[in-house]
């Protein structure tokens, strides 16, 4: 701050302060160290902690139906793959009802998975490297758990991209003359309809 000849000061502290920061500190890099600092750490261990939970990363487990990666790798612990899955998705109500328990389950699964990964074992050509490609090659009467699990799969956002170009159309609706929010509501819920509907 000395080139930029700009002096750091410290706001002044009031005994009843309720809408910042007021901290009884008389060092200037003290009060900025735990009125800026140490919350913008907390806000970021927090944000790290919400993003990777257990539960995101047991959804890299999908992945093991991609054929490119199942015929790559060797799969060794499928078993706890397979009920890290059920835990997960054991709430998604057309996969549950198929199946009475998690033996059946694991079961129905590793017989796919056996069958899934022969097949493309034999085929090597165009072998599918993304869900939705692996999507498309899938026969859902042939491999039905599997079918399911690569749709979730392939509803995964992969990056933030999707989720900005899921609100461009507000773009298309949105006018600095009409930006009151009753009536950007209604309009926003027309235009993602017509999308959906076409």
């Given amino acids: 701050m000395e080139k930029l000849e700009i002096t750091v000061k410290k706001p002044r502290t009031i005994s009843s302060q309720h809408h910042r920061s007021n901290p009884d500190i008389k060092n200037v890099e003290d009060y900025f160290h735990v009125t800026v600092y140490i919350p913008f750490l907390d806000f970021m261990i927090n944000d ?3 993003r990777f939970t257990e539960e995101t990363f047991s959804l890299n487990n999908l992945g ?3 054929p490119k990666i199942l015929i790559s790798k060797i799969h060794e612990d499928t078993i706890q793959i397979f009920e890290s899955i059920w835990n997960q998705f054991l709430n998604v109500q057309r996969l549950s009802d198929r199946f009475a328990n998690r033996e059946a389950f694991i079961r129905k699964l590793q017989g796919e998975m056996i069958w899934w990964k022969e097949y493309w074992n034999k085929e090597k050509n165009d072998v599918p490297d993304t869900a939705l490609n692996s999507l498309e090659h899938c026969d859902k009467d042939m491999f039905p758990t599997i079918y399911s699990l690569l749709k979730i799969l392939a509803s995964f956002t992969v990056s933030i991209a999707s989720a900005e170009r899921s609100f461009s159309p507000l773009k298309k609706i949105k006018t600095w003359l009409r930006c ?4 950007l509501n209604w309009r926003f819920y027309i235009v993602i309809e017509i999308n959906i509907l076409t």
Avoid: M, R
């Avoid at 009151?180 to 009536?183: C, D, G, P, S, V």
């Fill in 64 to 66: 093991i139906f991609v």
């Fill in 48 to 50: 790290k902690k919400s």
């Fill in 180 to 183: 009151k929010k009753n009536f």
